[in-house]
Nanobody
């Protein structure tokens, strides 16, 4: 059984930082594309970062480029998302997702959210001005 458990969300003021984590079981992250997505009320799900731990190919969403860093630990089968200089528009539920094999992330374009197979329950990030 595949499980993804996000943590690290919370409430911060604009300019602050948060580090989200995604602990994965039943799915070896080094073999697959992993992603962070977010969704704010009334808005579509948006890509934050897509990452292949096996090849280090990384795609960042345009709205967060330069402010986030994605990393992983194979031994812990865990993914992290470091978010700095947070803005009120970053307020959303953040989801970790496990997706297709690494080769898909090596193709040159990021897989879309509907290409991901497994999702966590999400962790809320709220940024106040």
């Amino acid at each position: 059984q595949v499980r993804l458990l996000e943590s690290g969300g919370g409430s911060v003021q604009a300019g602050g930082s948060l580090r989200l984590s995604c602990a994965v079981s039943g799915y070896t992250i080094s073999n697959y594309c992993m992603g962070w997505f977010r969704q704010a009320p009334g808005k579509e799900r948006e890509e934050v970062a897509v990452y292949a731990p096996g090849s280090f190919n990384t795609y960042y969403g345009d709205s967060v480029k330069g402010r986030i860093t994605i990393s992983h630990d194979n031994a812990k089968n865990t993914l992290w998302l470091q978010m700095d200089n947070l803005k009120p528009e970053d307020t959303a539920m953040y989801y970790c997702a496990a997706g297709p094999h690494t080769w898909r992330c090596d193709r040159g374009d990021a897989p879309r959210y509907n290409e991901f197979y497994y999702w966590g329950q999400g962790t809320q990030v709220t940024v106040s001005s």
